[in-house]
């Protein structure tokens, strides 16, 4: 009875410490999921799976210590030195995975000449930086910012991209092509397509493109598209035919 009573107690305050533990993860994901990978970022940029793995190792692994050293007849001081050790340990374990989240974080959306790309922050060489438009060179916190690349000054800067692109460092990623959306909103339309096309290339995703048209409330003739590029997936935007705004994103392949 005594076993059965002792391995209640430790049960008990598990519970409570796995009660604290998903608190404070609800509290994290808040601060993920609205300000810095809002949708559609929490699916195409893995905010989502990131989120997971960080705050799951730290919710299973407090209430699982605590299930294992607690024991009630410990001194009351000792007691509290084992919860603050633990508890120390968790907020520097959480803190240092939402720091790994955010500066893995997306900051800007890029009209990169035929598609929309997604730039993270660790992406982005902060020797470089400087080189953008003033507005533009303090990276956002509260999710990803609109803007564009500008066109190319001369075939050798545009030579001299492509190499770096091939060596790994992306069109968008080049904060020193950067400037503002608006002055390419003309280009965007250009590039973009009618919606109308999309539904005749992919017939067989025509509930998913369906969707995705109504949801945003508009008519098929005032839609265009774009891909939507991040590191390993493609998705589609679905922009104003007059001013280039993103309206909808589904995840669909386009190019």
């Known amino acids: 009875m005594t076993a059965i009573r002792y391995w209640k107690q430790r049960l008990r ?6 009660g604290i533990s998903l608190c404070a993860a609800t509290m994290a994901a808040v601060l993920v999921f609205w300000l810095w990978y809002p949708y559609p970022y929490r699916e195409i940029s893995g905010g989502r799976s990131l989120f997971i793995l960080v705050v799951a190792v730290d919710i299973i692994v407090g209430p699982l210590v ?3 050293i607690f024991n009630k007849n410990k001194p009351r001081r000792e007691l509290v030195s ?3 050790i633990i508890g120390a340990l968790q907020v520097l374990a959480l803190g240092y995975g939402l720091w790994t989240v955010f500066v893995a974080r997306p900051v800007y959306l890029v009209y990169e000449y035929d598609r929309l790309s997604v730039v993270h922050a660790v992406d982005i060489n902060d ?4 080189k953008a438009p003033p507005s533009l060179q303090k990276l956002p916190v509260t999710g990803p910012s609109l803007i564009a690349l500008r066109k190319f ?3 050798s800067e545009q030579f001299d991209a492509t190499m770096q692109a091939l060596a790994g460092i992306p069109l968008s990623a080049r904060s020193d092509l950067w400037q503002p959306y608006a002055s390419r909103t003309g280009d965007v339309l250009k590039s973009a397509r009618p919606v109308k096309n999309l539904r005749e290339r992919f017939a067989s995703q025509a509930a998913l493109i369906d969707q995705a048209i109504s949801e945003t409330g508009r008519s098929v003739d005032s839609l265009r598209y774009l891909p939507m590029v991040d590191r390993e997936k493609v998705w589609t935007v679905l922009i104003d035919a007059e001013n280039a705004e993103p309206l909808g994103y589904f995840p669909l392949d386009s190019f």
């Open 13 to 18: 305050a598990s519970a409570i410490h796995l």
């Open 127 to 130: 020797g470089i930086l400087s």
């Open 82 to 84: 084992d919860f603050m």
């Open 66 to 68: 605590t299930l294992i």
């Open 153 to 155: 000054k001369n075939a």
